[in-house]
């Protein structure tokens, strides 16, 4: 079963805007992670966020974690056209030291 | 160049044969990781390895083998018992959580077709 879900499936926005994705979980989490992936590539690493942290930045990407909601969400700013990719979060429970469990994505369009 | 390298990119297998996908990693990472993705859904664990010569069995090994002779090599055999193996594979490894570090770096996927 998957730990992380996220939400929307898809999104489909214009370069400069906002594009904001959410992912919810189910158990205690460790840390919480988001991936981005070109279409037939792998995956590359964005962000992790631990469970005592509540808000982290990096760069266009603004990632928040509410362990009382089991959910976080991931904003990048003024999108470009080269953040089309899907992205994935992935959690890592307090039980299952180094072994991620991926959402099933949500594939981001950003429009010229 | 330091990074993670899966082959073959592409790959066809008949039905009935065992083929070996190759992952290597030059990182020094201890942690190692295979995982199969499908159309439209996320990553699902089929084996992963916290250090040589040791490995568990995650969410669907079943029709899986793997090995990890060397620290820098973490191949995976898809059996015949794999009913429908056609997918992208996603190897991937990490620092190893006994340093604190739990980010994973993937290499560039094999696609596996089944004729």
């Known amino acids: 079963s998957q730990q992380g879900e996220e939400d929307p499936q898809a999104l489909s926005i214009q370069e400069g805007e906002n594009a904001t994705m959410n992912c919810s979980y189910k158990t205690s989490i460790n840390n919480l992670q988001w991936y981005r992936q070109n279409s037939g590539r792998g995956l590359v690493h964005l962000i992790l966020i631990r469970s005592n942290e509540r808000e982290k930045h990096s760069g266009r990407l603004r990632v928040t974690l509410d362990t009382s909601k089991k959910s976080s969400s991931l904003l990048i700013t003024a999108s470009r056209a080269a953040d089309t990719a899907s992205y994935f979060c992935?959690?890592?429970?307090?039980?299952?030291?180094?072994?991620?469990?991926f959402g099933a994505g949500t594939q981001v369009v950003v429009t010229p | 160049d330091g990074g993670i390298t899966q082959s073959p990119k592409y790959l066809f297998r008949k039905e009935g044969q065992n083929v070996t996908l190759s992952c290597e990693q030059n990182?020094?990472?201890?942690?190692m990781y295979w995982y199969r993705q499908d159309p439209g859904q996320g990553l699902r664990l089929i084996y992963y390895s916290q250090i040589v010569n040791d490995f568990q069995k995650g969410d669907i090994a079943e029709g899986y083998s793997v090995s990890r002779e060397k620290k820098e090599s973490f191949p995976l055999t898809v059996t015949s018992a794999q009913k429908n193996p056609t997918a992208f594979y996603l190897c991937?490894?990490?620092?190893?959580?006994?340093?604190?570090?739990?980010?994973?770096?993937f290499g560039p996927g094999t696609r596996l077709t089944v004729l």
């Open positions: 990182l020094n990472h201890d942690a």
């Open positions: 992935a959690t890592m429970t307090t039980d299952s030291w180094g072994k991620l469990q």
């Open positions: 991937a490894s990490s620092i190893g959580v006994g340093q604190g570090r739990y980010e994973q770096f």
